[in-house]
């Protein structure tokens, strides 16, 4: 599919969007669309449910705006859609104080999910940086990740990168919010 016509970026802005994208089974199938179209036959296969499951979870993602119908051929006297993402990106809102963070409980529900004997490189680093290299930081990260989505190649197997760059909840805060009893 050509990425010429597709938008960028889709800022999902109504409570339908961020429900559709709640989902950890429809986050998996945008990533299946991510870099081509696909049938409900196909996406049923890469994601391991039944087409009637795939149909549902794939026409609340159309509704919501997030895929779209691209191409469309007669296989047999039935016409088989090809669904595609709506934009290479998807920016979801902030998710406000206490708010659940669906991205980043999708990332961790994928790195669960992938084989364990697989290459990984997962790290946390704990860092003091003054606001203007939090700044720069975060902005080298978000276009080592621009670089290499420009290099995505659909026929090589699929890679995730998420990356989290924030101030942790101040140490009088994390106590107070504690669920165990303080000793």
Known sequence: MPTDDVPETLHV??????????SLTRHRIMAVLRFEPATITQIAERVGLAKGSSSY?????????LVKVVRTRKVRGVTER???????????????????????RH????????????ERHVRMAHLRLT???FAELGARLQALADEYRELSDPSLPDASLV????????REQAEGDA????T
């Open 107 to 118: 990332a961790v529900a994928d790195l669960e999910a992938a084989p364990a004997d697989a």
């Open 179 to 182: 669920k165990w009893p303080q």
């Open 13 to 22: 802005t109504t409570d339908e969007q961020l429900r559709a994208v709640s």
């Open 82 to 104: 090809y669904y595609a993402m709506a934009a290479r990106s998807i920016v979801l809102p902030d998710p406000g104080e206490g708010g659940p963070d669906v991205l980043m």
């Open 131 to 133: 606001e203007e290299q």
């Open 163 to 170: 990356f989290a760059l924030f101030h942790p909840a101040s």
């Open 57 to 65: 979870h794939v026409r609340l993602l159309e509704r919501a705006g």
